[in-house]
Structure formats: C-alpha cells, structure tokens
C-alpha cells in the first residue's frame, strides 16, 4: 500500500458524491477496502434500508483508554450553488483546496485515515478507534446507532474528538436542534365561498405567527452564556401548499425547529406549539369544518453538547493543537449524541465553518498540515501509555 498524504486522500473521498439525499456506500466500502489494506478490520453499521452505513475501526490494544476519532461522511448538496470548479473534484489554488465537504467533514476525516500507516507503524498502548457517520446534515440519523455499537464493542476510550471545522480550535458546548414536520389539512372551496371550507394555509400562518411570538420571548430570556445568539432559536424552514390562487387550500405543511441552549428544557417549546395547535387552532379550524387537522410529528432531535468542566477530550484536544481557549457555537454536530455514552468530547477539526455548506466551499492546504501535527501528537501520547 502506498503511502497517502492528507490531501491526496481527500481528493478521493471528495470524489465520492456523497450528499446525504444519497447512498454513502460507495465511499464506506472503499475506507473499508483502505482499512483491509492495512491490516485493519473495519465494521459497518448499514441503516435499516442498507442504502447508507457508517464505520467503525479500531487500531492498537483492546484496552481501555484511547481516542475515537470521529467524523460524518455526508456532505450538502451543491444544487443551484455557483460554483467556479467541479464540486466532486478537489482542485487546489493559492494554498486552497476546493470540494464539497473539503470543509465539512472529510477534511478531517481525509487526516484521521491517512494516519493509519503512521497509527500501524506506532508502539500504541492505547487504542484509537474511527467512527464515520452518515446523513449528520440532515439529523445526525447515524450517529445514534454508530456510538451504541461503538461503545458496545469496545473497551471505553478517555475521550471522543468531533473534527467539525474549528480552524483547530477545540469546542466545549453547542446548542440542540429540535426538528418537526406539522401537516394541516383544511376543506377546499372555491375562493369565493371561504364560509364553505377551511384553508390550511391561513391556519399554517396563524401557526408561523405563534412561533414568532414564541421566538421573542426565548430571546427575551437570554442570559450571558457565551452563546450567539445567546437564546433557543426557532425558524420555519419550509412551507408548502395549496394547488390554485382561487381555492382553499386543503393541504400545507412546514418544517419548524427549536435550537435550545444546553440546560434548557429541550421539550419547551414542543410542548407550546403542540398546546398552542390543540388548544386554539384546530378548535378554530374545526368550526369551519369538522374534518380539519393539524398533525405535528417530530423529524429528529440532536441533543445539545454541554460544557464539561476540565473535561478530558478538551485538555487532550488543546494539548494536541495548542488551542488556548475553549469557545461556544452555535450550530449542531453528532458530539451531544457521542456525549451521551459518558465518555468526554469535544468538537476539534480543520476548516472554517465559514465555508461550510457554500458554493466554492475550501480547507485551507494550511489546516489539513495542522490537523496531521495534532494527530502526530495524539499518536506520541497514545505510544506513552
Ligand atoms: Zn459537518
């Protein structure tokens, strides 16, 4: 097997299309492939269809200690973004680096595998685990059963690393996402006769109306906790109804979340909109028409990742980096869900979240050169034991 820098390997694993409205197979079975080819057996955590998976491999001692290294494969779709080169094809310029997910994740991922020789080459007295998600853009879906199976086949490991872009940079704490799909189905007539129907899409409005209300009193709450902005956010991301500018709209339906901030009651504001539609508008809506409904389902939770006090993953992370200080942020990653085994994370990678989900999204050549340092030292630390 010939030896691959960080670069190279992540012209190959931007390579693969991996968005996460697609299957990530392709790209799974050849890591897997990579992995046999260094003597390591790699295991798959397919999803109930067996279209997506993720992986988990282990290098070193079956003893307890060691690093999980850990990233999501997908990447978000790059439809109706202006992009000046191929998406799927890594072309550097001026110390750049251009893909999708160069940035976001297989950045870091691209670092963690070709370190591989170097991990085989080590006298490791501690292990140190991969793990690779999918469909982390839309749920973190993935991550749930790959550190179930993880942790359950494995000895417990000192700390998790979440490579996320951080610029290096190392995270102690991010918001939750709370995501719901709400269906309302109203009774059509003709636009003239509104006494003889109920349009779902006047009902959805009332609704996006509560949510808004709701949002300023979260933010009316806020508190100096080092997040920006420092309250639970909410957005309506989606709407979608009605067939004709002269008919009721029998059908609607949106996509709302709450974003809260670790400690906060997660269910809050679940629990309100759900009040809000039992209590007001499908009473409301029912006067017009019995047949009416309002149908809320949740979509997905990602737990918040809360701060840990002198947590392990972070003073290992700084250590390795040289990052000074820890910060807050304010978008999700899989490391609430990684927290939740117990053992220490925190969110530490190359890249800049800035160029996260753009058109021309890059990795600075820079950042992959650092992430390799960090894991040269974690690789001298897990060779002391
Ligand atoms: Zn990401």
Redesign the pocket.
């Known amino acids: 097997m010939t030896l691959q820098t960080s670069s190279d390997m992540l012209a190959r694993l931007v390579g693969f299309d991996t968005t996460s409205a697609r299957s990530n197979r392709a790209l799974i079975d050849w890591v897997r492939d990579y992995f046999a080819g260094h003597g390591v057996t790699a295991t798959l955590v397919p999803d109930e269809a067996g279209g997506k998976a993720s992986l988990y491999a282990s290098i070193g001692p079956d003893v307890e200690g060691g690093v999980v290294l850990s990233g999501?494969t997908d990447v978000v779709p790059v439809d109706g973004q202006p992009w000046d080169t191929d998406p799927w094809t890594l072309t550097g310029k001026d110390g750049r680096l251009y893909g999708r997910g160069s940035c976001?994740?297989k950045g870091f991922i691209a670092c963690a595998l070709a370190a591989v020789p170097r991990l085989k080459a080590a006298r490791l007295k501690q292990p140190v685990h991969f793990a690779l998600s999918y469909d982390?853009?839309v749920g973190c879906l993935g991550a749930h059963s790959l550190a179930e199976r993880l942790m359950g086949s494995v000895k417990r490991p000192r700390a998790i690393i979440i490579g996320?872009?951080t610029m290096m940079g190392t995270v102690k704490g991010h918001k939750g996402q709370n995501s719901y799909h709400v269906a309302f189905t109203g009774f059509e007539a003709h636009s003239s006769m509104t006494h003889l129907g109920v349009s779902a899409i006047h009902f959805a409005g009332e609704l996006i109306h509560f949510i808004n209300r709701l949002q300023e009193e979260f933010a009316a709450r806020a508190t100096d906790n080092g997040y920006m902005p420092p309250w639970g956010t909410m957005n309506v991301g989606t709407l979608s109804g009605g067939t004709a500018g002269n008919i009721l709209a029998r059908d609607c339906s949106l996509i709302w979340e709450y974003r809260q901030i670790p400690g906060d009651d997660a269910d809050e504001a679940r629990r309100r909109v759900q009040a809000h539609i039992d209590e007001v508008l499908l009473p409301a809506m029912r006067r017009r028409h019995e047949s009416a409904r309002i149908v809320m389902t949740p979509r997905f939770v990602v737990p918040a990742f809360r701060g840990e006090a002198r947590g392990e993953a972070e003073q290992l992370a700084r250590a390795w980096s040289g990052a000074n200080d820890s910060t807050m942020v304010a978008y999700a990653?899989e490391a609430g869900i990684f927290q939740g085994t117990g053992v220490s994370t925190v969110v530490c990678g190359p890249g800049d979240i800035a160029q996260?989900h753009q058109p021309n999204e890059f990795i600075l050549a820079s950042q992959l050169a650092a992430c390799d340092a960090f894991l040269d030292r974690m690789i001298e630390w897990a060779e002391r034991g």
């Open positions: 999501h976001d994740m982390e853009e996320e872009p990653t996260a």
